[in-house]
């Protein structure tokens, strides 16, 4: 075979699959299957799209998710933090603790994991999710804490959960310009963009005050 030719066919083998892997990836599914993708090129289109899962779920069956109880205005705001144990998703619980104080609710802290992680036949994993949560939580006291690990693309998955009425508001911590960011998207701009209801967006080097103010839409309040 001519070497040209060779050269790009194997550049094409390599970029269907990388493009495959990280279609993948951004639907909510471990960005390693990115590396077999590559390998396998073209013969991953079929494998992913049988794979692929289109639509977010609860990470522990045994634990479904369910609405709050509590309607709009009874018992405070219920705010959804966006949490994955990072410096930035401490900083927005921190910012969302000051921000609505007396207003707050019910705090529900939701880790979003990949779909092959809560397919593992082993819990450890979703269970180690769950302690995390509760630990970020422990010194939280005087309102409703919920804590959900949930499976699927983060931006949706938390828009997914935040719709029906589940949350009033949307905080999350706004990551750095990784590579990571720019392959796979951004959370908080994916929310801003979609969710119906409120995103407060914590920036890295925000202050911690109750005088930061939301971005996106503004925040909902009560009397």
Known sequence: MNPAVLVVFLTVWVLIGLATGL???RRGHDPRW??????LGPLFVP?????VERQPRSARPESPTAPVLSEPGEDGLRVLIGFDGSPHAEQALREARAI???RLGTLILAQVVSFDTADEDCAEATDEVSGRLAAATADVT????????LAGPPGATLCWYAADGKADVIVVGRR????????LGSVSAHLVEHAQVPVLVVEPDAPESPS????GREAPSHP
């Open 23 to 25: 279609w993948m990836a």
């Open 34 to 39: 990115t590396l077999i993708a590559v390998v």
């Open 142 to 149: 005087g309102v409703e804490v919920r804590h959900e690990v």
């Open 212 to 215: 930061a103010r939301p971005s």
């Open 100 to 102: 609505f104080g007396s």
């Open 176 to 183: 750095g310009r990784g590579m990571s960011r720019r392959l």
């Open 47 to 51: 494998i992913a799209y049988e794979r």
